[in-house]
């Protein structure tokens, strides 16, 4: 063998092996992406794993090639949300599919930003770097597509101390606070494996020394804003032992409402009424039963007045004259359809997934419900606004397993049982923006509807939960959650789940949540997600900047 074939195969040997490690990088990315969150393992999650989550990701942006970044950030979003959201799966083959293929572009496109950063910033490449994921991470929560599933704050939803800090930042200063560390050792290493490279000659533990004492500031502030929020989370949470309290009984069915036709439509009536007259009886004190999302699936009002099927009407029928004999209010979701122009411009039934507030005796026979219709729909599932776009893609998502309904525009607040709440209807309570909504329109507490039934999953029944902790700190109000399935639950305003009903069983809970008649607005409930809207400034501009200097440069050097 001649030494041109040599130096080939060893040539070879290397890119097989960087190949290799590149691998591995990219699958401990994927892994330390899910295990902080709930999943499959952990159904609460592994908060721990969040603080050093980031480091192998930003390890692998520096160690590949321009030439092939956009398959690695697309295998990595991929690989992350079809390991995290697998439960996705549960609803159509293809819901998983779509997902993790949405994620691998956003982080396709990810990822030539979170390479360019230690070009344009040799020193502080990693800083940059932190400052994009931070950026990214709220950028994807935005418009028609926004997921939060997935955000790094929502680890740390069993860590009181952590959480309080949502309070002021959202969910978007505690995801700045614990990825700081990622990027920080991110950097250390990528400096120390370059200066390994050059081969200086200096000992392993004089480089990385030499490396922490350069980035000693910027450690020396992520230190101080740790302690400042490790004394606000013990100092911050609010007593409320003073305030009054309201009895909810929140009823839990057990089963998707939606499958089954009009036989399931009545079982689930006879069931829902079972339950509610049984922790009505356990307790003489409650002042609100509350049924979860579209627990009750038939159109009430439509059915009540156009009765063009007699059987849906009986059924209406039977539950309105429940609800008029009842002893108490009764919220609860409901298919509610009114007739108007639809965006087709037609005359015709338009569809909200809505809340619907009953009063015996008041507005049940003939129905005339307070109502609350949903604002955030889930995209492709919920709301497709893009018919006229894409009208393949709408009548599939038509003839698939969708209920597509029309946006609500109007947070509304309720007043019932000696207090005034926001209703939240599932996918709602996943975002700051939209719950701080009912907060600066009066609301005292959350009252969320959702049904996560159909995903059969106790991990995405966590990761909606770790979410709804959020909202309550946020805005320092408690909330209770009527589910389908689980996580049926009351929330205080610290974000401490006091009780819980057993998730996948036929049951109810009966739970007192405080009420506070003086309480003051949140610095988050005033401005909302500033701290997220304001790392998406600082990386645009960063990054402006940076192709600047960059270019100003290289024609200096010219010249």
Same mark, same amino acid.
Request: with cysteine.
């Given at each position: 063998?001649?030494?041109?074939?040599?130096?080939?195969?060893?040539?070879?040997?290397?890119?097989?092996?960087?190949?290799?490690?590149?691998?591995?990088?990219?699958?401990?990315?994927?892994?330390?992406?899910?295990?902080?969150?709930?999943?499959?393992?952990?159904?609460?999650?592994?908060?721990?794993?969040?603080?050093?989550?980031?480091?192998?990701?930003? #390890?692998?942006?520096?160690?590949?090639?321009? !030439?092939?970044?956009?398959?690695? @950030? %697309?295998? &990595? $979003?991929?690989?992350? /949300? *079809?390991?995290?959201?697998?439960?996705?799966?549960?609803?159509?083959?293809?819901?998983?599919?779509?997902?993790?293929?949405?994620?691998?572009?956003?982080?396709?496109?990810?990822?030539?930003?979170?390479?360019?950063?230690?070009?344009?910033?040799?020193?502080?490449?990693?800083?940059?770097?932190?400052? #994009?994921?931070?950026?990214?991470?709220?950028? !994807?929560?935005?418009?028609?597509? @926004? %997921?939060? &599933? $997935?955000?790094?704050? /929502? *680890?740390?939803?069993?860590?009181?101390?952590?959480?309080?800090?949502?309070?002021?930042?959202?969910?978007?200063?505690?995801?700045?606070?614990?990825?700081?560390?990622?990027?920080?050792?991110?950097?250390?290493?990528?400096?120390?494996?370059?200066?390994?490279?050059?081969?200086?000659?200096?000992?392993?533990?004089?480089?990385?020394?030499?490396?922490?004492?350069?980035?000693?500031?910027?450690?020396?502030?992520?230190?101080?804003?740790?302690? *400042?929020?490790?004394?606000?989370?013990?100092?911050?949470?609010?007593?409320?032992?003073?305030?009054?309290?309201?009895?909810?009984?929140?009823?839990?069915?057990?089963?998707?409402?939606?499958?089954?036709?009009?036989?399931?439509?009545?079982?689930?009536?006879?069931?829902?009424?079972?339950?509610?007259?049984?922790?009505?009886?356990?307790?003489?004190?409650?002042?609100?039963?509350?049924?979860?999302?579209?627990?009750?699936?038939?159109?009430?009002?439509?059915?009540?007045?156009?009765?063009?099927?007699?059987?849906?009407?009986?059924?209406?029928?039977?539950?309105?004259?429940?609800?008029?004999?009842?002893?108490?209010?009764?919220?609860?979701?409901?298919?509610?359809?009114?007739?108007?122009?639809?965006?087709?411009?037609?005359?015709?039934?338009?569809?909200?997934?809505?809340?619907?507030?009953f009063r015996p005796g008041e507005n049940c026979l003939p129905p005339a419900a307070e109502i609350y219709s949903k604002m955030h729909l889930v995209p492709f599932t919920e709301y497709f606004?893009?018919?006229?776009?894409?009208?393949?893609?709408?009548?599939?998502?038509?003839?698939?397993?969708?209920?597509?309904?029309?946006?609500?525009?109007?947070?509304?607040?309720?007043?019932?049982?000696?207090?005034?709440?926001?209703?939240?209807?599932?996918?709602?309570?996943?975002?700051?923006?939209?719950?701080?909504?009912?907060?600066?329109?009066?609301?005292?507490?959350?009252?969320?509807?959702?049904?996560?039934?159909?995903?059969?999953?106790?991990?995405?029944?966590?990761?909606?939960?770790?979410?709804?902790?959020?909202?309550?700190?946020?805005?320092?109000?408690?909330?209770?959650?009527?589910?389908?399935?689980?996580?049926?639950?009351?929330?205080?305003?610290?974000?401490?789940?006091?009780?819980?009903?057993?998730?996948?069983?036929?049951?109810?809970?009966?739970?007192?949540?405080?009420?506070?008649?003086?309480?003051?607005?949140?610095?988050?409930?005033?401005?909302?997600?500033?701290?997220?809207?304001?790392?998406?400034?600082?990386?645009?501009?960063?990054?402006?900047?940076?192709?600047?200097?960059?270019?100003?440069?290289?024609?200096?050097?010219?010249?």
């Amino acid at each position: 063998m001649n030494n041109d074939a040599v130096l080939h195969t060893k040539q070879e040997n290397f890119n097989f092996s960087s190949f290799v490690c590149n691998i591995f990088l990219l699958l401990s990315s994927i892994i330390l992406f899910t295990l902080p969150q709930p999943n499959l393992f952990v159904h609460t999650g592994l908060p721990f794993f969040a603080f050093f989550q980031l480091i192998p990701l930003f #390890i692998l942006v520096q160690r590949i090639s321009w !030439k092939f970044f956009w398959l690695w @950030g %697309f295998a &990595y $979003g991929f690989g992350c /949300y *079809a390991f995290y959201a697998y439960w996705l799966g549960a609803f159509h083959p293809l819901g998983i599919a779509v997902i993790a293929s949405l994620y691998g572009i956003y982080l396709l496109l990810a990822f030539p930003f979170l390479k360019a950063a230690p070009l344009f910033f040799k020193k502080n490449g990693w800083l940059v770097q932190w400052v #994009i994921w931070c950026a990214y991470e709220y950028v !994807k929560t935005c418009g028609f597509s @926004g %997921f939060d &599933y $997935g955000v790094s704050g /929502y *680890a740390m939803w069993q860590s009181p101390v952590f959480l309080q800090s949502a309070s002021i930042a959202g969910v978007w200063g505690v995801s700045a606070l614990i990825t700081f560390p990622s990027a920080w050792l991110s950097g250390i290493i990528c400096k120390y494996c370059q200066t390994k490279k050059e081969n200086n000659g200096e000992k392993t533990s004089a480089i990385i020394a030499k490396n922490i004492f350069t980035q000693k500031i910027s450690a020396l502030v992520w230190i101080v804003f740790l302690c *400042a929020a490790i004394v606000y989370g013990i100092k911050s949470p609010v007593d409320y032992s003073g305030d009054k309290t309201v009895k909810i009984a929140l009823v839990q069915p057990n089963n998707d409402p939606w499958r089954g036709g009009f036989e399931a439509y009545s079982q689930n009536l006879d069931s829902l009424i079972k339950l509610s007259d049984e922790a009505l009886a356990s307790d003489s004190e409650i002042g609100l039963v509350v049924w979860p999302e579209t627990a009750f699936v038939p159109r009430i009002e439509w059915h009540y007045k156009y009765r063009q099927e007699r059987n849906k009407f009986l059924l209406v029928e039977r539950l309105l004259t429940y609800l008029d004999n009842a002893p108490v209010p009764f919220l609860l979701g409901n298919d509610h359809a009114v007739l108007d122009y639809s965006r087709s411009g037609k005359y015709e039934a338009v569809d909200y997934n809505s809340a619907l507030l009953f009063r015996p005796g008041e507005n049940c026979l003939p129905p005339a419900a307070e109502i609350y219709s949903k604002m955030h729909l889930v995209p492709f599932t919920e709301y497709f606004p893009y018919e006229k776009i894409f009208p393949r893609l709408y009548q599939g998502l038509l003839n698939g397993d969708t209920h597509l309904w029309e946006p609500g525009n109007t947070p509304v607040v309720f007043d019932a049982a000696g207090f005034k709440f926001g209703v939240p209807i599932c996918f709602e309570d996943t975002f700051g923006e939209d719950c701080r909504r009912f907060v600066n329109n009066g609301a005292q507490a959350f009252v969320n509807i959702s049904n996560d039934a159909w995903s059969r999953s106790m991990a995405c029944q966590y990761q909606h939960l770790s979410m709804a902790v959020f909202r309550c700190v946020e805005n320092r109000v408690p909330a209770v959650r009527a589910t389908a399935s689980g996580q049926t639950c009351m929330v205080d305003p610290n974000g401490k789940v006091l009780e819980m009903a057993e998730p996948f069983k036929e049951t109810w809970l009966v739970t007192e949540i405080p009420v506070s008649e003086n309480s003051q607005k949140t610095i988050y409930t005033r401005y909302g997600d500033f701290v997220g809207k304001f790392f998406a400034i600082m990386a645009f501009v960063l990054f402006v900047f940076g192709i600047a200097k960059t270019v100003l440069s290289k024609k200096s050097k010219e010249k």
